[in-house]
């Protein structure tokens, strides 16, 4: 009878077979091979698997304005299908790229729905790191081979040169770190939210102020050569029931939720960018 494998015991597996993308976040030394009790470096520094196969590589520990119920409202509203012409386009985007296998690195990955959702359609080594222990703890109940580590963006446990795309969705970035991770023709694939991005939930609270990508741009074009950049705008429809998941999924809202009559749709509204350093 084949023996089912839980999910530390896949975790393990995982990352023994790329033990080499990685370095300790304390001493920046490689790890060693053997991955059976945790991850242990070459200077002795120990960690280890939680029980739902992700790893806590954080140097210090973090507080975030992103909680449990935030993401647990993410993974609902996920699970409607809201982002898979997202998914969607980002892995041809990867693929019309000329990468049949690639190292993707999800850099704020959050409860990791979509980096799940590209791996179904992606081969290739898959990693997902947030800072928020909810959010990966939510990406490990996942049951999927994907690796998953609490980390900081800032400060990646990866080796120079080891990705081939580092994905950056709705997340604050690290360009000096993102470059520094990436293989000289890796590529960044950054989402940015676009003035319309869930523009009823805008509406319902009255009092957001607009949002403008021209900070983030500015200082993506003077770090990146941008080699790809497009509008991702559509309308998906939203049972009544999940109203309150989108009002919960994004620290904008401060907790607020101010249903009225529900809009019959929600509005995208996404800028993808795409380059090289
Ligand atoms: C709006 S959420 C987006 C999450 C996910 N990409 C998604 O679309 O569902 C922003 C994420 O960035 C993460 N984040 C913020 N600062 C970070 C840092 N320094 N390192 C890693 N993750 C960070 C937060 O914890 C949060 O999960
Ligand atoms: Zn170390």
New binding site residues.
């Given amino acids: 009878m084949m023996k089912t494998i839980n999910k530390k015991e896949r975790a393990q597996r995982l990352f023994a077979e790329n033990i080499e993308l990685f370095r300790c976040p304390l001493c920046h030394q490689g790890f060693l091979p053997d991955t059976s009790s945790g991850l242990r470096c070459r200077n002795n520094h120990h960690f280890d698997f939680a029980r739902n196969g992700y790893l806590n590589l954080l140097a210090t520990r973090?507080n975030?304005?992103?909680d449990r119920e935030?993401?647990q409202a993410?993974r609902e509203v996920?699970e409607q299908g809201v982002?898979d012409p997202l998914v969607t386009r980002v892995s041809t985007l990867i693929r019309d790229l000329g990468f049949t296998q690639a190292t993707v690195v999800?850099?704020?990955?959050?409860?990791?729905?979509?980096l799940v959702r590209l791996g179904e359609l992606l081969d290739g080594p898959l990693l997902g790191?947030?800072?928020?222990r909810d959010?990966i703890r939510l990406a490990g109940a996942h049951n999927t081979p994907v690796m998953w580590c609490v980390?900081?963006?800032?400060q990646l446990p990866l080796r120079e040169s080891s990705v081939d795309v580092v994905?950056?969705?709705?997340?604050?970035a690290?360009y000096g770190e993102f470059r520094r991770v990436l293989k000289p023709q890796g590529y960044l694939i950054k989402?940015l939210p676009g003035t319309q991005y869930l523009q009823e939930v805008r509406t319902s609270l009255g009092d957001l102020p607009d949002y403008s990508n021209d900070g983030v741009l500015a200082n993506l074009e003077a770090n990146l050569l941008i080699t790809n950049r497009e509008r991702l705008h559509y309308h998906v429809p939203i049972a009544p029931e999940i109203w309150p998941s989108v009002f919960k999924?994004?620290?904008l809202t401060e907790h607020r939720v101010t249903l009225g009559e529900p809009a019959p749709e929600l509005t995208i509204d996404l800028e993808i960018v795409c380059g090289v350093f």
């Fill in positions: 973090q975030t304005d992103y935030l993401f993410r996920f982002y999800d850099a704020g990955c959050g409860e990791g729905s979509l790191v947030d800072i928020a959010g980390a900081d963006l800032a994905l950056n969705m709705l997340s604050p690290n989402v999924m994004t620290p």
